[in-house]
T-cell receptor
Framework: DAGVIQSPRHEVTEMGQEVTLRCKPI?????LFWYRQTMMRGLELLIY????????DSGMPEDRFSAKMPNASFSTLKIQPSEPRDSAVYFC?????FGVGPETQYFGPGTRLLVL | KQEVTQIPAALSVPEGENLVLNCSFT??????LQWFRQDPGKGLTSLLL?????REQTSGRLNASLDKSSGRSTLYIAASQPGDSATYLC????????????FGTGTRLTIIP
């Protein structure tokens, strides 16, 4: 398996523009997570899905952020309108949960976003 | 609210030495704890996962221990190598059915050749 795939790897945009980040989880995984990493706040969970359904979006900073998972192999994180404080590295991760057994999250390489 | 702390924030040791990285958490009611490694400009790679009922896990030169009652975990790296240089993060999961990991701020490890 190619692992978790994220695109684009780098994004530079101007304040006010819409930004869409994309993620393809590992095939067969039933959980998908979106994280944001900054120097100031570290790694924060934004939202996660189980079987394509959003379970917890309490980490989404504000209404400018939205995430969707239309099918098991694709998810998007959208920021509209973007602001300079949204500059960060955004990671997507997926995992397979098999009952009470252990599960590990597999991370993608991240999208480095810079909002000017 | 769970808080996860990793001290020190940075550590440099000569190649070949054994070392210990520390992770502490405020709420002992956890389901499991994971150690990750992050290389510069890359995503996280899971190293070890310890269930709350376990005391330790081993993988090669890595050994992770968990003392849930005291809210502590350690990652022991034996015979360190320059390739071990990376940032190491620990993360705790609160409970079964709750996938929301809380991450520590990480320890940046540099192995000096």
């Amino acid at each position: 398996d190619a692992g978790v795939i994220q695109s684009p790897r780098h994004e530079v945009t101007e304040m006010g523009q819409e930004v869409t980040l994309r993620c393809k989880p590992i095939s067969g995984h039933d959980y998908l997570f979106w994280y944001r990493q900054t120097m100031m706040r570290g790694l924060e969970l934004l939202i996660y899905f189980n079987n394509n359904v959003p379970i917890d979006d309490s980490g989404m900073p504000e209404d400018r952020f939205s995430a969707k998972m239309p099918n098991a192999s694709f998810s998007t994180l959208k920021i509209q309108p973007s602001e300079p404080r949204d500059s960060a590295v955004y990671f997507c991760a997926s995992s397979f949960s098999f009952g009470v057994g252990p599960e590990t999250q597999y991370f993608g390489p991240g999208t480095r976003l810079l909002v000017l | 609210k769970q808080e996860v702390t990793q001290i020190p924030a940075a550590l440099s040791v000569p190649e070949g030495e054994n070392l210990v990285l520390n992770c502490s958490f405020t709420d002992s009611a956890i389901y499991n704890l994971q150690w990750f490694r992050q290389d510069p400009g890359k995503g996280l790679t899971s190293l070890l996962l310890i269930q709350s009922s376990q005391r330790e896990q081993t993988s090669g030169r890595l050994n992770a221990s968990l003392d849930k009652s005291s809210g502590r975990s350690t990652l022991y790296i034996a015979a360190s190598q320059p390739g071990d240089s990376a940032t190491y993060l620990c993360a705790v999961r609160p409970g079964f059915g709750n996938e929301k990991l809380t991450f520590g701020t990480g320890t940046r490890l540099t192995i000096i050749p």
